[in-house]
């Protein structure tokens, strides 16, 4: 990744790196940092770098198998429309379904609400050799509960540290975690809620309140920053992607699923057993 | 399906349900029964096909996000190397992840063990609008647990009848159960095996006990026709599929799948709010 020729200039962990240089009202929603490739190339490259994101998958999913208890969780963040749904159907689409633990977050459910916010989320966390996959996220918990109102600010400011402490535990116990926040534009999302309008297949995709939410957009904007500033930890890295091209952010993800995993250095794991031995059995048998 | 000119000559519903002419004993393993085209048009239809299993999925899947209770349960069963890995990578990897509910059941574990056989069915069961899959389900407990000698006969024998009044209250609840029993000769699983033990990026999927199985061959052969003669219900019907040709099995299945889903006469759902309102209220926000 990030080398010559490849299209991308700076890889994708620099280039999309949260901080200073990444702020969200600043952030061009519609550029492709760190990538100069157009969108044919870019659909291309997301096809190549599917099969190797698929061939490390399938090594961490071995090695599950034998008893090494890493994992990956990829959390996707972001304001309805940006586009999670369609990064999971084609970034994650790119890997054999067993190897992947999936949860999408919704409003919580009254048994969810007489839990502690994080009591689903320990649930969902991704198994031995697994890739987890949040759709939304703990995260919502210091966005929406913050920007709604659902609890005093007391509350949800005490979570930043909660949760940094949270993902320090998880990452201890060998899980690698990768967090996206994603962003359209306002006109971006108008458009694409438009889209849902007008299309029958697209009906159920639409709901009024996301109109609603488009007044509160400042709000959000800022409760993601904080969110930004004060959770992008080394061990729980935020990454910051435009979505307005959708090529490009699915792209993107994929390259940082694909440094996580090369960070694990994976091998395919050592026969338990005598090959030769098995062999002769089974030429035997 | 199963219309001129697309390689079937009968639905793979018919050709492969269980009964008198599907017998385990006599099944040609490496047959294509229903299927009259080679393997290069088998494997151009599975890609084809898997476009119309992805459109239905997601129709599924909205109808579920908006209150249908419905959803569609894959239940795969076969000896080892009879390619239930495979089928769920090539015929489930063409639908979204997010609509899938994929459960891969191994050994008991201590927990499970504890419990009653279906417990851990129960917990693994789709949700509304999900597709399920089962690698492996309650039916190892009328197999391993049969052959291996794991309970005394008066326990398994009474398993059948617990086992369709278990799938009568899930198909009465709205699940559609498909369930494939997949068969391979001992001489091609002897390849499969062999094969695992050359590639080191396959040692993983070998463990020494598959070859012990292999001199239980006809016992599992008359447990899975048991199974087959006293589990095969309208309302969760087996299918009996040779798969010595992997690209057979995988567009048998996917072939099944997509029967199953037409079943559910779906539609996209009807939008639960008023269209031109919303267009209104997007337009001005």
Redesign the interface.
């Known amino acids: 990744m990030g080398n010559n020729g490849d299209g991308w200039h700076t890889p994708a962990v620099e280039a999309l790196r949260a901080g200073p240089r990444n702020q969200v009202v600043d952030l061009d929603t519609n550029g492709t940092p760190g990538f100069d490739g157009d969108k044919e190339f870019g659909t291309k490259l997301i096809e190549e770098r599917g099969s190797v994101l698929s061939d490390l998958q399938e090594m961490l999913f071995?090695?599950g198998?034998?008893g090494d208890e890493r994992s990956v969780l990829l959390v996707l963040q972001g304001m309805d429309t940006a586009g999670k749904?369609g990064m999971?159907?084609n970034v994650?689409?790119h890997v054999?379904?067993?190897g992947?633990d999936?949860t999408?977050f919704g409003v919580p459910t009254p048994e969810e609400k007489r839990h502690h916010y994080l009591w689903r989320i320990h649930k969902a966390l991704p198994r031995d050799g697994q890739l987890g996959?949040f759709?939304r996220s703990h995260y919502e918990d210091v966005l929406v509960a913050r920007v709604r109102q659902l609890v005093p600010e007391s509350v949800w400011r005490r979570r930043y540290d909660e949760i940094n402490r949270f993902e320090r535990d998880i990452a201890d116990s060998g899980t690698t975690i990768v967090k996206v926040a994603m962003f359209v534009s306002l006109d971006e999302q108008?458009e694409r809620?438009?889209e849902r309008?007008e299309r029958?297949?697209k009906?159920?995709?639409?709901n009024?309140s996301d109109?609603d939410e488009?007044?509160l957009w400042p709000e959000y904007q800022q409760a993601y920053q904080d969110m930004l500033d004060k959770t992008n930890t080394d061990h729980a890295p935020w990454y910051v992607v435009p979505c307005d091209r959708k090529w490009y952010s699915r792209l993107a993800v994929m390259e940082l699923l694909i440094d996580a995993f090369e960070r694990l250095d994976l091998d395919?794991?050592?026969?338990n057993?005598d090959?030769e031995a098995?062999?002769k059995?089974?030429a035997e048998?």
């Open positions: 071995a090695n198998r034998l749904g999971v159907r994650i689409g054999d379904p067993q992947v999936h999408a996959v759709d108008k809620l438009a309008l029958r297949d009906h159920w995709k639409y009024p109109v488009r007044a395919w794991p050592e026969a057993f090959i098995e062999k059995r089974l048998s």
